[in-house]
């Protein structure tokens, strides 16, 4: 599976952004698509994640309520549509595709198989 993520930008405090990831090779394969994001000297820390096949998803509490993450199947796209972000949000955003589908462990980024490449979203004050 190969994941491009695109969409990052610059935005001022209280902005919208939408990131896209594209899927492509053995997609089927993938039971959950996740979004991850690395702050300048932090940890990378889980973002939201959706199971590929039935919608259901999870969100951190920092962006929960704020961020939505939806999937087009036929598209093999994976979205994180990000509203009233704030200089927190300011990261590296990271798709990921998890094969083995384990729900007790879907904010762990060792779960994942495959990632991104990252794009770049950074919040202005």
């Known amino acids: 599976v190969q994941l491009q993520a695109s969409g990052g930008g610059s935005v001022q405090a209280g902005g919208s952004l939408r990131l896209s990831c594209a899927a492509s090779g053995r997609t089927s394969s993938s039971r959950f698509m996740g979004w991850f994001r690395q702050a300048p000297g932090k940890e990378r820390e889980f973002v939201s994640a959706?199971?590929?096949?039935?919608?259901?998803?999870y969100y951190a509490d920092s962006v929960k309520g704020r961020f939505t993450t939806s999937r087009n199947n036929a598209k093999n796209t994976l979205y994180l549509q990000m509203n009233s972000l704030n200089p927190e949000d300011t990261a590296i955003y990271y798709c990921?595709?998890?094969?083995?589908?384990?729900?007790?462990?879907?904010?762990?980024?060792?779960?994942?198989?495959?990632w991104g490449q990252g794009t770049q979203v950074t919040v202005s004050s």
């Open positions: 990921a595709a998890s094969t083995r589908g384990i729900l007790s462990a879907l904010r762990v980024d060792s779960t994942y198989d495959y």
């Open positions: 959706i199971k590929w096949s039935g919608g259901t998803e």
